[in-house]
């Protein structure tokens, strides 16, 4: 029984390891039994044995018809069969179905391979290794409490079944990934206390030093859920695993609205010699505009409240779109005299508000 | 690169570093505290700076650096304002030794205090500098640093021989209080002129710096996490900058034609530039001879933390791309983070859009144009429709808008044909940007019938400046003379009449008046009352005629998108072309005398197997601004807080925020943390954590 370090170490060793069941001998429509094992279940029913159809389908705990690879009128040719262990912990085996996807050919373009594991926690895995190009046409699923149907490519020949729950799967077309045998914890730490998770909720640490012995004992093991972690409003979310491998990548996305914003531009030269004015603005916009502009170096910002330009005291105030686009050039010559650039400050107070572009035409 | 011995190198490149960090804080009263590395929060100490100012590389930057660290001590914090922060970082080598790598000197600029830990923001003494130049000053690179530096109470690092040893560092340079705004802006003008930098070294001392040519260190693809690596190099093909030329800026260029694809580097003014036309060339060239030599692929990667990793050092980017091809790489910017990874972002431009110019060098190139010419320029106007003048309200006749570009004496002058329905005065009144101009009102007085009206006015004007001239008109009603004359011959006409009809009356009722007594009754008649209707005054379309013109202002026409070029190609000399000897008859015969010089018409002469290579010629047209877009390909020139505004394709409140883990330190095993702040958000809607 070999070990090996990783999944992909298992798909890598083919057939090195495994005892062959069938060489040579074609299996039309029959079913061969493999021994299973007892650490293995399948909707709920432990896996004493596992079975093969000539036919490209695999049974898990009964002759039935669970794993379907092309599944038609084929033809088996080999069967192997290989019981190991994954880091030295976790237990698996490997079927190696081998044949032709229509029962009367044996030529290249019918060729079909594929690799089965199943590992103790449930995981199913299928990896292809010669997929025809002719008749296959077969189904391609896994039918457990609900069927899951997948495809195959040479590109993407790793399917995974993840279980969840008893006959529940999460499908991932990548090679089965299996975690280490290592503790794996996180802590939440605020204003400089720890929090662990216990029973939903957070509950305070008496300990602030940080070490791995307080990971290994009250760390929690699992992520928290945004509706335990939404109350706190600056924390760390801490994670500890008992091992010097790389560390996981952890994101935490946050949907949230931010106080009012202002974008205010650069200054806008008008000391070209080209131009003489403004000759309006015009804005591409949705949702609610708030424009301001300042001709004193953002000393003040002016908005025309249709009679005249008034100062305005606020910070995320200004004209609406239609206001803006209603001036004419001789209200902005009022505004503009003198000056040798102007600034344009849009305001955001809610999130159905954006500026694509505002565009001053000027004079010349 | 800071000095280390071989044993950092060696200890630096193993994936476990044991290190730590410590050093002091020295208040404003002299009291000195220590910062022990247990002390420091974790991931809460990094260091940022830059040695060019955006993302094109440059000379003469002047960046600030800045410092962060939180620390879990006791102290008031108001204490702290002005400290002055010094930190180290040893490296633990294989011996067990430890090697010290100065971080370098800061001062807190503003301490905040969370319970029991303290943030601090520092920043060097590069601030000190921002003092607005106030004597003028003439010396040496050196001399002038030398005096900036003490005047600004910071401590030079340079020596006089390094300065000296610097391009054009023996050269006379001017600071002049008009040209030169602070004394940051001196050092920058300086460091320029060296083709180096300024910054603030790890003794916190001014240090002018050169840009490493040669590789310093070599980065394996092991020690890089995540980087980006450009596609183009930057390098540089010319130079320009405008130096001050008879009081004003004039542009200086220098090109080396054999560097294909290279960039042009635009310095902007340095206005400490002055002299003689050879001095100014002199100066660039040897700025060039240094930029000729700075090629660098531009990136930005992550890697393992080496403080002793300086700005302006080239670095080798080994195995880049999946390949096993190397690049080198200029160290433009770099943050330095405990116990964590350093940032380090090389910035250049991309050689491939070199023809791309930017609307600000085609602003100043236009710019420079318009300085030069001194054409007189005429803005005219004549009225597009019919206007009727009447007395209610002004009637806007005349608009002329112009721009100066120096200082100048538009004149004005206007012709306005009319037709009075009455007679009256004409009220004219001329209004410069909307304000009645001083003795801006014109008063004549019209007959009945068809006039015109000429004026003249002249307008004192500065250097960019940009104004309306309005004129309007109104008409007055007066009693004229006339009005009452017309009157009165109405009235006498009506008196006429009425005593003529009185008459006849009495002589057909055949009335005695022998009887010795005479009765005569008032003969009566319509007295008529003066004419006060106001009067109008029409002007027909295209009849007004305004002009206004003066040397100084900027062109008046539109662009209408034809651009036409003309270029006259002088002779060509070309050698080791032969002439056959070409024979000519001459017949002698008497011709009338038709002038004193004789004509022998040469057809063209065909020469094979001579060709021409090529002509090289560069146009330069003037630009028109049109517009304005404010938009987002503007973003980094806007003034706004991109952590809460997106600013992808629109601008719009930041709705979704991410978090991402960083390794800290523990006793055993690994650990990282995902450092979560919602503090600073007005709701939140989810929080949603995934491992990848």
Same mark, same amino acid.
């Given at each position: 029984m070999a070990n090996y370090d990783?999944?992909?170490?298992?798909?890598?060793?083919?057939?090195?390891?495994?005892?062959?069941?069938?060489?040579?001998?074609?299996?039309?429509?029959?079913?061969?039994?493999?021994?299973?094992?007892?650490?293995?279940?399948?909707?709920?029913?432990?896996?004493v044995n596992l079975y093969a159809n000539g036919n490209s389908w695999i049974g898990f705990g009964s002759s039935t018809e669970h794993l379907k690879v092309n599944r038609r009128d084929a033809k088996m040719w080999y069967l192997y069969r290989e019981e190991g262990t994954l880091y030295n912990y976790y237990n698996f085996i490997k079927i190696r179905w081998s044949g032709y996807s229509r029962y009367n050919y044996t030529t290249e373009p019918y060729k079909l391979t594929y690799?089965?594991?199943?590992?103790?926690?449930?995981?199913?895995?299928?990896?292809?290794?010669?997929?025809?190009?002719?008749?296959?046409?077969?189904?391609?699923?896994?039918? #457990?409490?609900?069927?899951? +149907?997948?495809?195959? !490519?040479?590109?993407?020949?790793?399917?995974? %079944?993840?279980?969840?729950?008893? /006959?529940?799967?999460?499908?991932?077309?990548?090679?089965?990934?299996v975690l280490e045998p290592y503790d794996r914890k996180y802590l939440i730490r605020s204003d400089g206390a720890l929090y662990t998770v216990t029973d939903g909720t957070? #509950?305070?640490?008496?300990? +602030?030093?940080?070490? !791995?012995?307080?990971?290994?004992?009250?760390? %929690?093991?699992?992520?928290?859920? /945004?509706?335990?972690?939404?109350?706190?409003?600056?924390?760390?979310?801490?994670?500890?695993?008992?091992?010097?491998?790389?560390?996981?990548?952890?994101k935490a996305t946050v949907m949230a609205t931010p106080h009012s914003q202002a974008v205010i531009s650069n200054a806008v030269d008008l000391t070209h010699s080209t131009i003489t004015g403004i000759e309006n603005m015009t804005a591409d916009c949705e949702g609610d505009l708030i424009v301001a502009v300042s001709f004193d170096g953002k000393q003040t910002w002016k908005a025309w409240n249709g009679t005249e330009w008034s100062t305005l005291s606020e910070e995320f105030t200004g004209m609406n779109k239609e206001t803006l686009e209603a001036i004419t050039f001789e209200q902005w010559n009022l505004l503009y005299q003198g000056a040798d650039s102007f600034f344009i400050r849009i305001s955001f107070i809610d999130t159905t508000q954006s500026v694509t572009e505002i565009c001053a035409d000027f004079a010349n | 690169m800071y000095s280390t011995t071989d044993s950092y190198k060696e200890a630096v490149n193993n994936p476990v570093l044991r290190n730590r960090v410590d050093g002091t804080i020295t208040l404003k009263d002299g009291m000195i505290l220590e910062i022990k590395n247990h002390e420091i929060i974790p991931g809460s100490l990094s260091i940022n700076n830059r040695c060019i100012h955006s993302s094109s590389f440059c000379f003469g930057s002047v960046y600030v650096g800045e410092m962060n660290i939180s620390i879990m001590k006791e102290i008031d914090r108001y204490s702290l304002y002005g400290a002055k922060v010094e930190l180290s970082y040893y490296l633990?080598?294989?011996?067990?030794?430890?090697?010290?790598?100065?971080?370098?000197?800061?001062?807190?600029?503003?301490?905040?205090?969370?319970?029991?830990?303290?943030?601090?923001?520092?920043?060097d003494k590069m601030t000190d500098f921002d003092i607005d130049v106030t004597e003028e000053t003439v010396g040496t690179p050196y001399q002038l640093l030398t005096f900036i530096c003490e005047y600004c109470g910071v401590e030079l690092a340079n020596t006089e021989i390094e300065i000296a040893a610097m391009c054009n560092g023996t050269q006379l340079y001017s600071i002049y209080a008009d040209r030169v705004g602070t004394y940051r802006d001196a050092i920058s003008y300086i460091a320029s002129v060296l083709a180096g930098y300024a910054t603030i070294n790890r003794e916190g001392k001014l240090q002018i710096r050169s840009f490493s040519t040669e590789s310093c260190m070599d980065i394996s693809v092991r020690r890089r996490t995540v980087s980006t690596i450009a596609d183009y190099e930057t390098f540089f093909s010319g130079v320009k900058a405008r130096f001050v030329s008879q009081q004003n800026f004039y542009p200086y260029t220098e090109i080396d034609e054999t560097i294909e694809g290279g960039l042009l580097l635009d310095m902007g003014d340095i206005p400490i530039v002055q002299g003689v036309e050879e001095f100014k060339h002199e100066i660039l060239q040897n700025i060039f001879a240094v930029l000729k030599n700075i090629r660098y692929t531009p990136s930005e990667f992550s890697m393992t933390?080496?403080?002793?990793?300086?700005?302006?050092?080239?670095?080798?980017?080994?195995?880049?791309?999946?390949?096993n091809d190397s690049i080198l790489t200029l160290v433009t910017s770099c943050t330095w983070s405990y116990h964590s990874t350093q940032k380090i972002k090389s910035d250049?431009?991309?050689?491939?859009?070199?023809?791309?110019?930017?609307?600000?060098?085609?602003?100043?190139?236009?710019?420079?144009?318009?300085?030069?010419?001194?054409?007189?320029?005429?803005?005219?106007?004549?009225?597009?429709?019919?206007?009727?003048?009447?007395?209610?309200?002004?009637?806007?006749?005349?608009?002329?808008?112009?721009?100066?570009?120096?200082?100048?004496?538009?004149?004005?002058?206007?012709?306005?044909?009319?037709?009075?329905?009455?007679?009256?005065?004409?009220?004219?009144?001329?209004?410069?940007?909307?304000?009645?101009?001083?003795?801006?009102?014109?008063?004549?007085?019209?007959?009945?019938?068809?006039?015109?009206?000429?004026?003249?006015?002249?307008?004192?004007?500065?250097?960019?400046?940009?104004?309306?001239?309005?004129?309007?008109?109104?008409?007055?009603?007066?009693?004229?003379?006339?009005?009452?004359?017309?009157?009165?011959?109405?009235?006498?006409?009506?008196?006429?009449?009425?005593?003529?009809?009185?008459?006849?009356?009495?002589?057909?009722?055949?009335?005695?008046?022998?009887?010795?007594?005479?009765?005569?009754?008032?003969?009566?008649?319509?007295?008529?009352?003066v004419d006060i209707t106001p009067p109008r005054a029409a002007i027909a379309k295209n009849d007004i005629k305004a002009v206004l013109y003066a040397q100084g202002l900027a062109g008046t026409q539109k662009w209408d998108g034809t651009i036409n070029c003309n270029e006259t190609i002088l002779p060509i000399g070309v050698s080791g072309v032969g002439v056959i000897p070409m024979d000519e008859s001459v017949t002698a015969e008497l011709v009338p005398v038709a002038g004193n010089a004789l004509h022998d018409v040469v057809?063209?002469?065909?020469?094979?197997?001579?060709?021409?290579?090529?002509?090289?010629?560069?146009?330069?047209?003037?630009?028109?601004?049109?517009?304005?877009?404010?938009?987002?390909?503007?973003?980094?020139?806007?003034?706004?807080?991109?952590k809460y505004v997106t600013d992808d394709d629109k601008f719009s409140l930041r709705t979704e925020y991410t978090f991402e883990s960083t390794e800290q330190t523990i006793d055993s095993g690994r650990m990282c943390a995902v450092p979560i702040d919602v503090s600073d958000l007005a709701s939140v809607q989810s929080i949603e954590v995934g491992v990848e």
């Open positions: 990783s999944v992909q170490a298992i798909i890598d060793a083919g057939i090195t390891n495994a005892e062959c069941l069938r060489n040579n001998v074609a299996q039309d429509d029959g079913t061969d039994t493999i021994q299973g094992a007892n650490w293995f279940s399948f909707k709920g029913v432990t896996c690799d089965v594991i199943i590992f103790d926690n449930g995981t199913i895995m299928l990896h292809m290794i010669d997929i025809p190009t002719s008749n296959n046409d077969g189904i391609y699923a896994l039918v #457990a409490t609900s069927t899951y +149907t997948y495809t195959v !490519s040479s590109t993407q020949p790793d399917v995974t %079944f993840y279980n969840t729950d008893v /006959g529940v799967y999460d499908l991932a077309y990548e090679v089965a990934k957070l #509950a305070a640490l008496e300990q +602030t030093a940080l070490n !791995s012995e307080l990971f290994a004992t009250y760390g %929690f093991d699992d992520l928290p859920s /945004g509706e335990l972690l939404q109350p706190l409003s600056k924390f760390d979310l801490l994670y500890w695993q008992d091992s010097q491998d790389e560390l996981p990548s952890i | 633990t080598l294989q011996d067990a030794t430890e090697e010290k790598i100065p971080l370098g000197v800061f001062f807190v600029d503003l301490p905040k205090r969370t319970k029991r830990i303290i943030a601090l923001k520092c920043y933390s080496d403080p002793s990793i300086d700005l302006g050092d080239m670095l080798t980017l080994k195995d880049v791309n999946s390949t250049g431009g991309n050689t491939k859009l070199q023809g791309v110019s930017s609307s600000e060098d085609k602003q100043l190139s236009d710019m420079e144009l318009r300085v030069e010419s001194k054409k007189i320029v005429v803005h005219t106007f004549t009225n597009s429709s019919k206007i009727e003048v009447g007395d209610l309200k002004e009637e806007k006749l005349i608009v002329i808008n112009y721009a100066t570009v120096e200082d100048t004496k538009p004149i004005f002058m206007a012709t306005i044909p009319l037709e009075m329905s009455l007679d009256g005065y004409v009220e004219f009144y001329i209004y410069v940007d909307g304000i009645l101009d001083e003795n801006g009102i014109l008063t004549e007085y019209l007959n009945k019938g068809k006039h015109f009206v000429t004026f003249t006015r002249y307008f004192v004007d500065k250097a960019d400046k940009r104004h309306t001239v309005t004129v309007t008109a109104k008409t007055v009603y007066v009693e004229s003379d006339s009005r009452v004359s017309k009157a009165n011959v109405a009235t006498i006409f009506n008196y006429i009449a009425a005593a003529q009809a009185d008459r006849e009356k009495q002589s057909s009722t055949g009335e005695d008046t022998d009887s010795g007594t005479t009765t005569l009754d008032p003969i009566e008649y319509e007295v008529v009352p057809p063209p002469v065909a020469v094979s197997g001579l060709s021409v290579l090529g002509i090289s010629e560069a146009i330069t047209m003037n630009e028109v601004v049109v517009n304005y877009l404010f938009n987002t390909t503007k973003r980094q020139k806007y003034s706004y807080n991109s």
